[in-house]
């Protein structure tokens, strides 16, 4: 008898959520579209690409939902075109009862943004590739300025800013990477107003060692004030530019 109980019980929760859902989705045919919300991932506070930006997008490509059903709106389309932007890594979109569209994108995360000379800004992302900087963009990264090609950004750059983030003093110290017409790296610190030279990329190890000891035995004595400039270019030598 109980089993007989249990099953009706079952049979009649089965056909309650068959005409729920029935009804939900002839409700869900008649809702309008009521607006849109968009969320962007920001990773450490970069930013490739802003909400605002996505929704001029999205109103330019599909122009605007007001007044259609939701029904009637294609989700997928939206989808594939979000992921279509370079910044974008993934989308997702999907409707509230209430008719409002969520749009949640997961952009690709940029390590450094590069100014070069006489061409227009861009950064690097997690994989080493170029992505355009849209919109209003926020950036706390590295910043890459001079005579550097994107060449020079993969092969060369890309390692150095690597390096830098690795160490949390160095992290904290570096704002700035400057390249010179010659090709010599100068590294621009935060806290005064300073340049670091490091010249080519050869034996950073060795540099980046040199340096730390310099500014533990060095500047702390006489100030940061005291130089213009801390050159490492030459193999083993530390060299402190009075102003």
């Given amino acids: 008898m109980k089993r007989i109980f249990a099953l009706i019980v079952i049979l009649l929760l089965m056909a309650y959520m068959g005409v729920a859902l029935f009804y939900a989705s002839n409700k869900h045919k008649e809702v309008l579209y009521s607006g849109m919300s968009i969320s962007v991932n920001q990773v450490e506070m970069n930013s490739l690409i802003d909400t605002l930006t996505i ?35 993934d989308a997702g979109v999907y409707f509230s009862q209430q008719g ?4 949640t994108i997961e952009q690709h995360e940029p390590l450094f943004r590069v100014y070069p000379n006489g061409g227009a800004p861009y950064a690097i992302d997690e994989k080493g590739e170029v992505m355009p900087i849209r919109g209003s963009a926020a950036f706390r990264s590295i910043v ?23 160490d949390r003093v160095w992290r904290a110290m570096f704002e700035q990477i400057h390249v010179e017409e010659s090709g010599d790296y100068i590294l621009v610190p935060n806290i005064a107003n300073i340049k670091i030279r490091l010249g080519s990329l050869d034996e950073m190890d060795l540099k980046f060692e040199n340096l730390r000891l310099y500014l533990e035995q060095g500047v702390d004595k006489r100030g940061w004030s005291a130089y213009k400039e801390i050159n490492l270019k030459f193999t083993n030598q530390v060299v402190g530019v009075k102003r």
């Fill in 55 to 89: 929704s001029r997008l999205i109103e330019s490509r599909f122009g605007s939902f007001e007044g259609q059903l939701i029904c009637a709106i294609n989700t997928d389309t939206i989808v594939n075109y979000l992921k279509g932007l370079e910044q974008v890594k």
């Fill in 144 to 166: 890459v300025t001079g005579a550097v090609t994107k060449e020079m950004v993969k092969s060369q750059v890309v390692d150095l800013v690597e390096y830098i983030n690795a």
């Fill in 100 to 103: 409002r569209m969520y749009i």
